[in-house]
């Protein structure tokens, strides 16, 4: 308990080195794993402790993002790749919109929302004024995908100082999220009642992508600038390490109350699910909502760093993993899933008159993901 209260957050904190040492079926293991899917069920966000990783591989990764991302707009734009949708490569500033600027559903969430927990207001924000770059982390999957756009090759960046760094760096850090969050993944099929594999089997041959996004300080670091206008993430789990600069917000579902992120050093990160998970188990296990703002702790870092690294790039990353399920899987929600969500529904349906009903329609995973990069208009 002491750990939750030194996180600032009041998230549970699964420990996945208890599942990865513990014996499988040992009743340790089994409630570990139940509370992994309760606080999904419950928060739609959890911390996860993993010892495999290390805060020297994520220090690296954060440099070397930096350092690409101080290049000129010209020179980043030799990376970008807008004819597959921009699923590799470098997305450079005021690119993506945040899909809660235009989506009726996600702006009647914000206001049932208390007004002193909503999101700073994105009505006249958009797009987000963020740069990303997607590095791919896939397994070739033994069969001809539908969704070949979905699964391109990796850009390697063009500056002849980065390119020797590039691959080992993202490949090294994209490992240890990937991996963590996988076994995330097993864990919280085993605490929904599913076979340990449900879930890890299903996303086995996903186009999984380590998905750093750059916000310019210096550009970008007046108080109560959104660098990220509120929204969910379409994939099944996203795993966040740490960043340098304090600004992420999340929202818990049980209470609606907005959460700054703390995460300390070491080798804690914070998994957030997604919309493929929300429509696996029928709403049962719901997105979460996040938003990345300049706040007054962001203010005190840039100086702090200014002060200490006076050579260094003033720039955010965000060190994010989307772990996707495989692009050619059926998006249907589980029976026994959607029923436990209806029943949380009727009753929640009791105190709130204006609650909608959402509907999962079965589809094909890259069909999901091709309609929400519409949405952000990320694919044409």
């Known amino acids: 308990m ?204 996903g186009p999984h992508i380590l998905a750093p996004t750059a916000s310019d300080l210096v550009k970008y670091g007046k108080k109560d600038t959104i660098l990220a206008g509120f929204h969910s993430d379409l994939n099944f789990l996203t795993i966040h390490g740490r960043s340098r600069y304090p600004g992420l917000h999340i929202w818990a579902r049980n209470t609606g109350k907005r959460i700054p992120v703390k995460i300390p050093p070491g080798n804690y990160l914070l998994v957030q699910a997604g919309k493929q998970l929300e429509h696996l188990t029928g709403g049962l296990i719901k997105a979460g909502f996040h938003e990345v703002v300049v706040n007054g702790r962001t203010l005190e870092v840039i100086q702090t760093r200014k002060n200490l690294f006076p050579d260094r790039p003033i720039i955010r990353i965000s060190s994010t993993f989307f772990w996707h399920l495989s692009s050619d899987y059926d998006l249907v929600p589980i029976p026994e899933l959607a029923a436990r969500a209806e029943v949380i529904r009727k009753e929640q349906k009791k105190l709130s008159a204006d609650d909608e009903e959402t509907v999962y329609a079965p589809m094909k995973v890259g069909q999901q993901v091709q309609n929400e990069l519409k949405h952000i208009d990320l694919m044409a």
């Open 2 to 205: 002491a750990i939750q209260k030194d996180l600032s957050m009041d998230l549970p904190v699964i420990d996945l080195d208890l599942f990865l040492t513990g014996v499988r079926d040992s009743q340790e293991v089994i409630n570990e794993c139940k509370k992994a899917a309760d606080a999904l069920i419950t928060y739609g966000a959890l911390l996860l402790r993993d010892s495999r990783v290390s805060e020297e591989d994520n220090s690296r990764f954060l440099d070397l993002l930096e350092d690409y991302f101080a290049q000129p707009a010209e020179e980043l734009k030799k990376d970008e790749r807008p004819e597959l949708s921009y699923q590799v490569g470098v997305t450079l500033e005021n690119t993506e919109k945040p899909k809660c600027a235009v989506d009726e559903p996600c702006l009647r969430i914000i206001e049932r929302l208390d007004p002193t927990e909503r999101p700073l207001d994105i009505s006249a924000h958009s797009p987000d004024p963020k740069c990303r770059f997607f590095w791919k982390m896939t397994e070739k999957p033994p069969y001809e995908t539908q969704f070949p756009g979905l699964s391109a090759p990796n850009v390697i960046p063009q500056a002849e100082e980065l390119r020797e760094r590039w691959p080992p760096i993202m490949e090294q850090w994209g490992k240890s999220m990937k991996n963590a969050v996988a076994i995330l993944a097993e864990m919280t099929a085993i605490g929904l009642g599913l076979p340990a594999e449900t879930f890890r089997d299903a996303g086995r041959y």
